[in-house]
């Protein structure tokens, strides 16, 4: 019997990845940690990171 594979919303890409890891309230695919972890702070791509980090802080609402 095959298990099914459970995906998550990366908070970075904004697509269902498998594997990634969770920060706080964030789940991060791997491919986006292997990317943001590379990230030199004078490259475009920092800005957008921080941006989509600054989202981390905010609590889930549930109603």
């Known amino acids: 019997m095959k298990q099914a594979d459970s995906f998550e919303h990366c908070g970075i890409c904004e697509e269902e ?3 990634g890891i ?8 791997t491919e ?7 990230t030199e702070p004078r490259e475009e791509k920092y800005n957008y990171y921080l941006h989509k980090l600054k989202n981390i802080n905010q609590p889930k609402l549930f109603s």
Do not use: D, G
């Open 17 to 19: 990845k498998a594997k």
């Open 22 to 29: 969770h920060l706080y309230t964030m789940f991060i695919c």
């Open 32 to 38: 986006c940690e292997y990317n943001m972890i590379h």
